[in-house]
C-alpha cells in the first residue's frame, strides 16, 4: 500500500473545529452588524443623490455576503452538493 499524505480528501468530512470555527465567524460577523448600520446610517445622513439611495445596501450586501460565505464553506467541506460514491 502507497500511502499517499497529500491526496485531497474527498470524504467530505465536515469536522467539528472547522464548525466551531464558522460558527465564531457568523458571531463575529453579527456582532459587527449593529456598527455596519451605524456608519450606513451616519452615511445616508451626510449624502444625497444616487450616493444616498445606495448607501442602505451596503447593509444588505453585508449580511448576503455572510451568508454566501457560510454556504459556500459548508459546500465547500462537505465536499460539493452532489456526492461521488
Known amino acids: ?3 499517499k499524505p497529500f491526496k485531497k480528501n474527498i470524504d467530505g468530512d465536515l469536522s467539528v473545529g472547522k464548525l466551531i470555527g464558522m460558527l465564531i465567524f457568523v ?3 453579527m456582532a459587527l452588524l449593529p456598527t455596519v448600520v451605524d456608519a450606513v ?6 449624502t444625497t443623490g444616487t450616493a444616498a439611495a445606495l448607501i442602505p445596501l451596503v447593509t444588505i450586501f453585508y449580511v448576503i455576503g455572510v451568508l454566501v460565505a457560510v454556504i459556500g464553506f ?4 462537505t465536499g460539493g452538493i452532489t ?3
Open 74 to 77: 459548508a459546500i465547500h467541506e
Open 27 to 29: 458571531v463575529v460577523a
Open 1 to 3: 500500500m502507497i500511502l
Open 83 to 85: 456526492r461521488r460514491p
Open 41 to 46: 446610517d451616519s452615511g445616508v445622513e451626510n
